[in-house]
């Protein structure tokens, strides 16, 4: 088996037929074997059946199909997938039909003919979505490569090719909160970046919302980077500095000068500075809590209720 096609579903009804006759037309006649696999993310329309219709009608079937719980997250679906996936080269591709399949084989290639890479991930050329979010995307990246040991290729997308050696490592980060752009660059192998231009998506709506984008990028800067712990450290230090230097100021203004502070409006706005500042860095060291308390209790990544599968 030369290709496993991941292909992660989510209220994707409407998709996955097109998605299949066009990915079809790509790879049926390209002389290797290949296979599908579809999960079924917990969706609430026909996903399910559309694709037990898929499954049903292949007589020679390379399909297998992951039929999860409920909804766990793209993030957990691609994981199911590239856990159950067999192919010496496994694809990541959406069903939304906004990534063509065409490139994969393009991506399949570059490893074929270039051995050194492990990994080709496609990277948006040109967004299509307005400049505000163009810019939250860009800040995200300065601000994670910053915090983080990592490097985030910007705009990379998880449109990606990448090699068995590569997708077993993956399988092997068993991380409960999994961000995975941080855990390809965290694993480390060669990577490829390849442009790509993403398409419309042929049916339905995104799942990302403005306030899910900002969680997920949230999670990612948690995920990789312990630099905001440190962020008590350093405004507690700052905020000693400048109060034993006002402290010396007042006293000195009182001894020498019989200058009396009033200032009841300045303490009021103080306490609430100090309070807010103290707050916000319970909360950062909370979030990180919470990570480690979900994770100690190593529940498992995805639950599937039915796994659908040609394989013996
Ligand atoms: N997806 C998923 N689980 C989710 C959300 C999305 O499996 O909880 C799938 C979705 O069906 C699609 C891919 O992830 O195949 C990308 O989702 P979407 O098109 O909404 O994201 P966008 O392309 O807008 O970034
Ligand atoms: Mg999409």
Redesign the pocket.
């Known amino acids: 088996m030369k290709l496993s096609l991941v292909?992660?579903?989510?209220?994707?009804q409407d998709?996955i037929n097109i998605f299949y006759s066009e990915t079809e037309k790509v790879f049926a006649g390209c002389g290797f074997e290949y296979e599908y696999v579809f999960?079924n993310?917990?969706?609430n329309d026909k996903t399910m059946k559309v694709l037990r219709e898929l499954y049903d009608e292949k007589v020679d079937s390379n399909i297998t199909i992951i039929h999860f719980s409920r909804?766990?997250?793209?993030e957990?679906?691609?994981y199911a997938g590239i856990e159950n996936s067999i192919g010496d080269y496994v694809a990541l591709?959406?069903?939304?039909m906004?990534q063509r399949p065409e490139i994969v084989l393009e991506m399949l290639n570059i490893l074929d003919t270039e051995p050194e890479y492990d990994c080709v991930t496609a990277y948006q050329d040109r967004r299509k979505e307005s400049s505000v979010m163009t810019g939250f995307k860009s800040f995200f990246y300065k601000l994670i490569n910053k915090l983080s040991d990592i490097k985030l290729y910007e705009n990379a997308?998880?449109f990606r090719v990448f090699t068995r050696k590569v997708a077993k490592t993956i399988v092997e980060v068993g991380e409960y909160h999994r961000f995975s752009k941080g855990i390809f660059s965290w694993i480390g192998f060669n990577t490829k970046f390849v442009p790509y231009e993403?398409q419309e998506?042929y049916a339905?709506?995104?799942?990302?919302s403005f306030t899910k984008l900002v969680k997920y990028a949230l999670d990612g800067i948690t995920a990789f980077s312990t630099k905001p712990l440190k962020l008590a450290t350093y405004t507690g230090m700052l905020s000693s500095f400048v109060a034993i230097v006002y402290l010396v100021v007042v006293i000195i203004q009182r001894l020498f000068f019989n200058v009396a502070v009033s200032g009841y409006a300045t303490i009021v706005a103080l306490i609430l500075l100090i309070g807010g500042i103290q707050l916000f860095c319970i909360g950062i060291i909370g979030s990180y809590l919470a990570k480690t308390y979900i994770q100690s209790k190593h529940r498992p990544i995805y639950i599937a209720k039915e796994i659908l599968t040609y394989k013996k």
């Open positions: 292909v992660p579903c989510y209220n994707e998709n999960i993310d917990g969706s909804n766990f997250g793209k957990s679906a691609i591709i959406d069903a939304d906004q997308s998880d993403v998506r339905g709506e995104t799942k990302w």
